[in-house]
């Protein structure tokens, strides 16, 4: 049986520690208090992860729901070419979920949020009849360098981190009933948000435009489109998909937190960025077509237009 | 039938004027960007609001939930001394909630929202089993001048905003199968946050701790006294009651919102604030007893120790 009050004392335990010097009041006030360098914006994102939606409890083990929840913000922090400082958690928990498995999921965040110096500021928990956690990330860019989905213009070369499709294609396997080991190194129990490459693709002033695949690149890569009001076409056989994946998977697959980013035809991407492999998938094209604003250039040298549906695809079936 | 992405470009729309010149990037990317005055430190508090926890659809109407919802956190910016700027709101709602409920939970929060000039920057959209909100405010305020829970001393006069005990008295009606008109005039319904005395306060540097009365006037200056460990004498015929109330709903129940602060008996403290009735309702005293902290002088002359049980004692019955 959960304690409303015993969880808040061990959440404020917890993150006791001081992690991040901008956060100047944390948990244990009305708000938290945070002072940004000099010269900097403020970035907010938030992500709501709740049980038999964005995970089950069968398949997720808590370390690693605790993980996903707070990569899926710190990857948007990335995307800005951002720094991030500090998080807050709103926890809905059953009253008859075991002590275990609130621990696990606090371990899980915050074993993630020690890596990067994010401190766990405030939040507010709540009983709920299924696990919810909101998870608020806050960083800070220099004023006017945050990366934006609207940059992108026509002969700019589109480039992602990585591989693609990994974590659909486990996604794919738990649904099929397969057994998988949640290990370390499996993406979709612990993405590695691609925060260096951000800050350095940022501070080299690389890319025009970026965004984290999140619902996958069909769907992301239609984002920048939409804010840019460009299209694009894409390289199939360039699409670089994870080992145990498919070209279909890498396409429309979520949950990569992949970077995707856009930079101009003339500028010098090198083959890896803080030792991410980068890969160029495609280009830039100017918008013909507003109801498919992105092409794909298939093996057979035929161009066909994409349909965006890697999330809609997924969320019923999580 | 909620559909998430028409969800998802109805908030844009309507969240699309621009409030607040804080706001760099709203709604439509990554994350949002703010940039804060020079001089200020950011607040951030986020506030979790759960269907049959919180409220009942049966007894709140659409509005006056989303009303409620982001009136918690402007009433922690308010406790701060700070001046609200964005807010950011995660939605989970039941795939078969009508969109009349929908619409009139987002036009509550917004009517509140434009009120204060906080724009709705950013958040996240979800299926869920119950409708489930968690809204978080960002503010701002002078780089430490934000009015802590920590600052009390021995010899300060305790004060607080308006009348207690209103919120839950119309809590208790409805509890007894009551039906309650939700007026816009009823604080349980549609309360009012005390921004304008916060900031008042804050500028006139007469507080030397503050918090927000949301889980009872019993617990929360319990919370005051923690955090600046001292201890505490309430007059019990000093305390405002309000009009549907008695003085049990006044220390104990919740949802009130008023503003509960500490100012030294040296400070001259005005009857009114920003059009707001001010009370003295007690004194600081050294703290004796860590068992209870907060002692009532009842109208027999005789002091006894106050049980805090605002927040547990209504926890359960919404």
Redesign the interface.
Known sequence: MIQ??ALIRQIRQLAASSLNKAV??GI?????????K?GC????????C?ED??FRRAWHPAAAVGHRCLARGL???A??G?EPL?C?L???LPEDLPHAWANGFLRGLLALARGYKVQL??????????V?A?I?V??Q?P?GK?L???GAEPGDRIYVTGTLGGSAATLKQLLAGKAIKPTKSNPHFYSVPRLEVGTWLRKNRLATA???ISDGLSVDLTHICD?SGVGAVLISNKVPVAKNADLELALHGGEDYELLFTASSRAKVPPRIAGVVITQIGEIRNRRDYSSAIQILGDNGKVRPLPQRGW?HF?RQR
């Open positions: 409303e009050r100047k009041k244990g006030d009305d708000c938290a208090i945070l002072r940004l000099p914006e403020l970035l907010v994102t938030t992500d709501l709740i939606v964005h990857s948007d922090i995307a800005m951002g500090a807050f709103s926890l809905g500021a405030g939040g507010d928990v709540s009983c709920a009849s299924k919810t909101d608020v806050t960083g860019v004023a945050g934006l989905r609207s970026m965004i984290d804010e809609e969320a």
